[in-house]
């Protein structure tokens, strides 16, 4: 069982596309993260979220607590936008995290 | 500020071996959490230091261990390494006094065991 289920796995765009990855969680959290993780390991926290909409330049991150569901868009993507997309919720004092979307965006 | 920075980057070593690797948060921070990262299990979380105590910790068997020194600087330690313990080592701090809040990851330990 799977607390946090993200989906699409892969997700092959077009530069300049819309994309959005979606995140499920079944537990009560606290907060939501995005990551970031390019090639060679090195993860970026995106955004911490625990209700609402956050925007940061192409980025933009919403969460629904009820429907227990947060969702990723970036506008106008980009090449240097490819890179694994990881949801992560913090329940008490632990991480769950997802599996990860990998994003390759075709120039 | 400098990043968060972890020690070494890469390593390769033979099963039944330990192994130590070290994280120094960014200055300020007084949290300190480590993760491991696999193919198959993605990301999970190991355990979490805050002013030289264990906090919080993740469901992994007691062959992996850490510590914290009085200046945030932290170690990981895995004991009788198994093939399974493959994997990228990261770590991340934060100022550890509110919850939540963001975390700073580290570039990460590569450690291949054979």
């Known amino acids: 069982k799977n607390e946090v289920e993200q989906s699409p796995q892969n997700l092959t765009a077009q530069e300049g596309e819309f994309i959005t990855i979606n995140c499920s969680y079944s537990?009560?959290?606290?907060?939501l993260h995005w990551l970031q993780q390019h090639p060679g390991g090195g993860i970026v926290s995106l955004f911490m979220?625990?209700?609402g909409k956050k925007k940061h330049g192409r980025l933009i991150a919403t969460i629904n607590i009820q429907e227990k569901h947060s969702s990723l868009h970036i506008t106008a993507s980009h090449p240097r936008d490819s890179a694994v997309y990881i949801c992560a919720v913090l329940t008490g004092n632990q991480f769950y995290f997802g599996t990860g979307t990998s994003l390759t965006v075709i120039p | 500020k400098a990043g968060v920075t972890q020690t070494p980057r890469y390593l390769i070593k033979t099963r039944g071996q330990q192994v130590t690797l070290s994280c120094s948060p960014i200055?300020?921070?007084?949290?300190v959490s480590w993760y491991q990262q696999t193919p198959g299990q993605g990301l999970q979380f190991l355990f979490e230091y805050f002013s030289e105590t264990q906090r919080n910790k993740g469901n992994f068997p007691g062959r992996f261990s850490g510590r914290q020194f009085s200046n945030s600087r932290s170690e990981m330690n895995v004991s009788t390494l198994e093939l399974g313990d493959s994997a990228l080592y990261l770590c991340a701090s934060s100022l550890g006094t509110s919850n939540p809040e963001t975390q700073y990851f580290g570039p990460g330990t590569r450690l291949l065991v054979l």
């Open positions: 979220l625990s209700s």
């Open positions: 200055s300020g921070h007084r949290s």
């Open positions: 537990v009560g959290i606290s907060a």
